[in-house]
């Protein structure tokens, strides 16, 4: 009982560690606990569609052979990158979008990060159980980290478009940044084309952070745009 609790443990860390940094980081207005707890929640479901809508390709007879660059391509932009970004995007977008407490840009962030970790850490729960505490170890630096900053990349351009004029192409800068990103991560871990190209997953990752942590400063340097 006691390993099975420690690993749930080190799967659930990582997340919270980054939430608290993300909320930490608000220094206008702090957002209700109530609202991040039901962002986290609804990207935990998130992953819900996300697993069923993955698995249509092989259920449709879609091969997805990584040693064929088109279809790792595909496999990493549309069929993972797109359709995970897009489910978190959806509830980023009904739900703490309208909120009257999305009161200034760093907001988008602080939602958008919350629901990326909620449905990272039901992912890293999976994973971690199947690979033990090595596979908790390698996730903490990189899995969780790694949708935390298509969180806060979404957000960022988020928060631009509650307070800006051309909403929707904010938006939708926000999840095509997002959806480019991911895409670019899980291509260099997913194939098999080139020995020792997974090298370029962390390249990404460290991009994806510098990114983060320039939004983040924007996005607190001044309440309101």
């Given at each position: 009982?006691f390993?099975?609790l420690?690993l749930?443990?080190l799967?659930?860390?990582p997340?919270?560690?980054?939430?608290?940094?993300?909320?930490?980081?608000?220094?206008f207005?702090?957002?209700?606990l109530?609202y991040?707890?039901?962002?986290?929640?609804l990207?935990m479901?998130?992953?819900?569609?996300a697993i069923i809508l993955?698995n249509l390709?092989?259920q449709?007879?879609f091969?997805?052979?990584?040693s064929?660059i088109t279809?790792t391509?595909?496999?990493?932009?549309?069929?993972i990158?797109?359709v995970?970004?897009s489910?978190?995007y959806?509830?980023?977008?009904l739900y703490?979008?309208p909120?009257s407490a999305?009161s200034e840009p760093y907001?988008g962030i602080?939602?958008?990060v919350?629901?990326?970790?909620?449905?990272?850490?039901v992912?890293?729960?999976h994973?971690v159980?199947?690979?033990g505490?090595e596979?908790?170890?390698?996730r903490?630096?990189t899995a969780?980290p790694?949708?935390a900053t298509?969180?806060v990349l979404m957000?960022?351009f988020?928060?631009?478009?509650?307070?800006?004029?051309?909403?929707k192409?904010?938006?939708?800068?926000g999840?095509l940044?997002?959806?480019?990103?991911?895409?670019?991560?899980?291509?260099?871990i997913i194939q098999?084309i080139?020995?020792?190209?997974y090298?370029g997953?962390?390249?990404?990752?460290?991009?994806g952070?510098?990114l983060?942590?320039?939004?983040?400063?924007?996005?607190t340097?001044k309440?309101?745009l």
């Amino acid at each position: 009982m006691f390993p099975f609790l420690f690993l749930i443990a080190l799967s659930i860390a990582p997340g919270l560690a980054i939430a608290i940094y993300i909320y930490w980081r608000d220094k206008f207005e702090k957002e209700p606990l109530k609202y991040l707890v039901i962002c986290f929640l609804l990207g935990m479901i998130s992953i819900i569609p996300a697993i069923i809508l993955e698995n249509l390709p092989e259920q449709l007879g879609f091969f997805t052979n990584r040693s064929s660059i088109t279809n790792t391509l595909l496999n990493a932009f549309v069929f993972i990158a797109l359709v995970e970004e897009s489910c978190k995007y959806i509830f980023l977008r009904l739900y703490a979008y309208p909120k009257s407490a999305f009161s200034e840009p760093y907001d988008g962030i602080t939602y958008a990060v919350m629901i990326s970790l909620g449905f990272a850490t039901v992912e890293n729960i999976h994973y971690v159980i199947i690979g033990g505490w090595e596979a908790a170890i390698i996730r903490m630096f990189t899995a969780v980290p790694a949708h935390a900053t298509f969180g806060v990349l979404m957000g960022f351009f988020t928060g631009l478009a509650k307070f800006r004029n051309h909403k929707k192409s904010y938006l939708f800068l926000g999840l095509l940044t997002a959806i480019l990103l991911h895409g670019t991560y899980d291509f260099f871990i997913i194939q098999q084309i080139v020995p020792g190209l997974y090298i370029g997953a962390f390249v990404s990752l460290i991009a994806g952070v510098w990114l983060s942590l320039i939004a983040i400063r924007i996005h607190t340097s001044k309440p309101t745009l």
